[in-house]
């Protein structure tokens, strides 16, 4: 279960600028407008429809979905999601890359809040959907419910639903997509079965790529190495240094510098599957093997 320091620090980050044009003003009414029609919703159908993972990625099929088993350890400690909801719903919305490489700009910040007005179109569509199947829902918008508060933490839940990873920036890295995405979700007492991804290693890469490290302007992410961990097969903690990110959030129009300098943020999906590719590579050749400490080696030999 987690703590609402952290619900209370995001509420709080607002980048200056985000109110500051008229589609500003627009996207954020249209969301305010999402937030009251999703905690308005009308009543479940009583009578329940048989329904498969597969038939609902196959019914939105412009959508990339993964489901998997709600985590208490990641909700906050005062949501309300009932009991009988056991399963979790994600939804990836990729983001501009050309208008995200702006950042920390007005352009950017208008495409992150373009992106939770796309997300909270997802969940509405799902959530009606779910409904009219018979299924009790609670759709989780990407800017919190009518209240702004948020009851679940995404991004663990993605990586459970085989969507992709965590990154050392702490965020998380979709498969198709790369960093440069959003992410919205449902818990449901629908029993459907959970989506599942082959571990790419883009976490164990991160522990050695470093390259977001230096575009950082705030110097809030980790630069150290995670030997000990790749090796052991351990679950690597980047600790952001969340107060200087977030002060410096607030003070400029947002910021995802660490996001777009990743070398999986590409315009194209093209790009991003390469480079997948050679990452898994990587993976496969030196950590699943076992010969991590050889490379080094190599590399150590190499510099003499």
Partial sequence: MLDEHKQKQLAETVPLGMMETPTHLKYRDQITAQQAELANLGEINQK????????????FPDMRIGVTDLDPNYLFQHHQIPANHQKVIIIVCPMDYEKMITAPSLTSATEILKSYRDGGERVIKLTRYLRDKGYDVLPHHPMGDINE?????MPPHAVAAGLGERGRTGLFIDYIYGPTVRLAALTTSADLDNTKGEHKGITEFCHRCRYCVRYCPPNALPDGTYMEEVES???MDFKINAHRCFQYFKQHQGCGKCIVNCILAEPDTETIARRMNRISSWYEKWVVS???????AQELTSQT
């Fill in 233 to 235: 097969g351990e679950p």
């Fill in 290 to 296: 076992g010969k991590l400490d050889e490379m080094y």
């Fill in 48 to 59: 329940i429809q048989p329904l498969t993972t597969d038939q609902l990625q196959a019914n």
């Fill in 149 to 153: 508060y948020h009851h679940i933490l």
